[in-house]
């Protein structure tokens, strides 16, 4: 069942290659007009070098005639741009190529009637993003980068005006594929592997870039994970046996969708993804080991699936169209397999902590409708490694020791989970 699985998803991705490989050349003609009257800057890469700052002093929202909204980024240097709209729920997306944001807060930039929320933030290697929240739909009036020919500085103006919930929605989308951060499509079907090769763990830190996750004062989640990551793989490394990807090494947003097909294109035995919430209700506290469930064991495990999976919608994903009814049917038949599998890894990597000086949460095991579990072929696990809205915790989280016993014990149960894994595997074939 699952070699025909693999066949059916190498199938999809080779009809979709064409169109993959023809979006990739569009997204690098930055600044191409948008149908419906959205544009982007024309300037080329060439013309510009190194990062642009942002001119705090200069910068900020206004509003304008007729309840318009007005925004001005002041450069140090013109770059590369392109502006576009989302809806559900309606957000204006700027991207740039690239911006040093510096020490610029959203307070910095003032309020404007019609924009509830402003973030920015890196959103991939080479590219910054700015994400403006709507009120009400609101139509790109204008938009242009102003050169100082002289001095290289830059303005950009955007213009936004009142427009109709009708006319948003069908102006709205991203121009290019809005899955840009994702590899290619393979479209030949992986290899057996031998009982003998490397275990391949793909490591996910939660957030990055635009999205910092869960903050407490100038603590961010997506800090805290990374750096964890980092030491989880050299601990496997260390270990031997182990091939160790992480689905970001840097500062980066990377989208949910993106982080799955990370472990696609790795062919991955395990997928870990990292996190460390922050709860406003309750006392939650200790590592807590998630796996999937379109139904959540409890009322507290839903909340946090449904705030960890709107970090594509803070971040500026179009997630119109994402989902495939016949790619679903494929998915669960593949997950039928998987999901025993599944079960017994978090049962492992628990039992891996158990006895260490990690704090487990007072119910470790738990299951929810998390999109980042959902590469159907792989075991995947996410791991709460605490919560920043305990102390305790978050002292942990940034005590290097506490660090090494969580790496330590979180390898003690892979490396029992893969022994378990391939004896049953061997004994299925016979």
Do not use: C
């Amino acid at each position: 069942m699952r070699r025909d699985f693999l066949a059916a998803v190498v199938t999809l991705w080779a009809a979709l290659g064409a169109v993959w490989g023809a979006e990739q050349a569009i997204a690098q003609q930055v600044g191409a007009q948008q149908a419906g009257g959205q544009q982007g800057g024309a300037q080329q890469d060439a013309a510009f070098s190194a990062l642009a700052r942002v001119e705090i002093a200069d910068s900020g929202l206004s509003e304008g005639r007729r309840g318009a909204a007005q925004l001005r980024l002041a450069l140090t240097q013109g770059v590369p741009w392109r502006v576009f709209t989302l809806d559900s729920p309606r957000r204006v997306v700027l991207d740039f190529r690239e911006v040093d944001w510096g020490a610029l807060t959203a307070a910095d930039l003032g309020a404007a009637e019609g924009i509830s929320a402003v973030r920015f933030g890196t959103y991939r290697p080479g590219w910054s993003r700015m994400v403006l929240d709507l009120e009400a739909a609101m139509t790109v009036e204008a938009a242009e980068m102003a050169i100082d020919e002289g001095r290289g500085t830059a303005v950009l103006s955007l213009t936004l005006a009142p427009g109709t919930a009708a006319d948003f929605a069908a102006a709205a989308g991203a121009p290019y594929d809005p899955r840009w951060d994702l590899p290619a499509p393979a479209l030949a079907a992986p290899e057996e592997k031998t009982d003998w090769a490397a275990t391949v763990v793909v490591i996910d830190p939660g957030h990055g870039g635009i999205d910092p996750g869960a903050e407490r004062g100038t603590v961010q989640e997506k800090d805290l994970m990374l750096s964890f990551a980092r030491e989880l793989r050299d601990v496997l490394r260390r270990t031997g046996g182990f091939e160790v990807v992480l689905t970001r090494d840097a500062d980066v947003f990377v989208s949910l969708e993106g982080r799955v097909a990370i472990a696609h294109q790795h062919q991955a035995d395990v997928f870990i993804s990292l996190h460390a919430d922050s709860v406003s209700q309750g006392n939650a506290k200790g590592a807590t080991f998630y796996t999937l469930s379109e139904e959540a064991s409890d009322a507290a495990s839903a909340l946090l699936a449904e705030r960890h999976d709107r970090a594509d919608i803070i971040s500026g994903v179009d997630l119109s169209g994402a989902d495939d009814e016949v790619t679903d049917v494929l998915l669960d038949l593949a997950r039928m397999e998987t999901e025993p599998r599944t079960f017994k890894l978090a049962h492992s990597l628990v039992g891996g902590l158990k006895g260490s000086t990690v704090r487990l949460n007072s119910k470790p095991l738990r299951e929810g409708a998390f999109s980042v579990l959902k590469a159907a072929d792989v075991p995947s696990v996410l791991v709460e490694l605490g919560f920043m809205s305990s102390k305790q915790d978050l002292a942990n989280l940034k005590d290097p020791g506490w660090r090494a016993a969580m790496a330590a014990g979180l390898r003690d149960g892979l490396v029992a989970w893969v022994a378990e894994d391939k004896a049953t595997r061997a004994l299925v074939r016979q």
